[in-house]
């Protein structure tokens, strides 16, 4: 580690090194709660914040309204999408470029 030692080497080595695979451990957390909290609006409804798409999707089914289950999933997508273009996908490259893992 080339003479450092303590604070430092972990400050400059280790953390840089861990960082791309805590990024994706985010990632994948951020995946988990996004789909844990569609599958709580199935299931549980508060009226002091109204209907989210979880509850949208279920209105849907249980009124036979095609049109409003496939709106709801395309919601939900497109919040999946968005979240990880802006806000994961610029992180990530950064990170890759840094490392020379990417071309400019």
């Known amino acids: 580690?080339?003479?450092?030692s303590g604070l430092s080497s972990i400050r400059q080595?280790?953390?840089?090194?861990?960082?791309?695979?805590?990024?994706a451990g985010l990632e994948q957390g951020w995946a988990?709660?996004?789909?844990?909290?569609?599958a709580?609006?199935?299931i549980a409804v508060s009226p002091e914040l109204g209907a989210g798409l979880g509850q949208l999707?279920?209105?849907?089914?249980?009124?036979?309204?095609?049109?409003?289950?496939?709106?709801?999933?395309?919601?939900i997508l497109i919040t999946g999408?968005?979240?990880?273009?802006?806000?994961?996908a610029p992180i990530r490259r950064r990170?890759?470029?840094a490392r020379g893992?990417?071309?400019a």
Do not use: Q
């Open 101 to 103: 893992l990417l071309v």
């Open 57 to 75: 999707l279920e209105v849907g089914r249980t009124l036979g309204d095609m049109s409003l289950i496939v709106m709801s999933i395309f919601l």
């Open 40 to 42: 709580a609006e199935l």
């Open 95 to 97: 990170v890759f470029r």
């Open 13 to 23: 080595v280790v953390l840089p090194a861990a960082f791309p695979n805590y990024l």
């Open 81 to 88: 999408i968005c979240v990880e273009r802006l806000f994961f």
């Open 32 to 38: 988990f709660a996004w789909r844990s909290l569609m």
């Open 1 to 4: 580690m080339l003479g450092l």
